[in-house]
């Protein structure tokens, strides 16, 4: 029993090196200006299964010990709820951050909107100043 419970480590401990490695190879691909769509996908996939398989996998074990420390049958763990929220926290922070950056480009944008606006509007009385002053410059010539 305790063999197997070792051998099961070991397998998790592969995992997560198959999950690194899977990770190494999408920011690497991420990292180039053409991206192999495929590619991604297929280690995204295997990513995420390396990471359910590790999490299953170390939630057995967290039971198993749970259940042999306390010599009393498991009643449930806080664990995946705590995760979920975090996860969650992770994600609005992200998103907040995005929303930000969003929010900063639109009024870069709109700043250089408004400045060709400006500049139109300039250009438009400019214009009509000169053709005044040639309407002027007409008038006192005859």
Known sequence: MANERLRALEDVEKEIATTLQCAGTIILELSKDKHNASLLDRQLVQFQSSVNRVENELSGQIRYLTQVATGQPHEGSTYSARKDCQMALNRAEYAKVKLGELGRT????????????????????????????????????T
């Open 106 to 141: 639109c009024e870069v944008m709109l700043e250089q909107q408004q400045q060709q606006q400006q500049q139109q509007q300039q250009q438009q009385q400019q214009q009509q100043q000169q053709q005044q002053q040639q309407q002027q410059q007409q008038q006192q010539q």
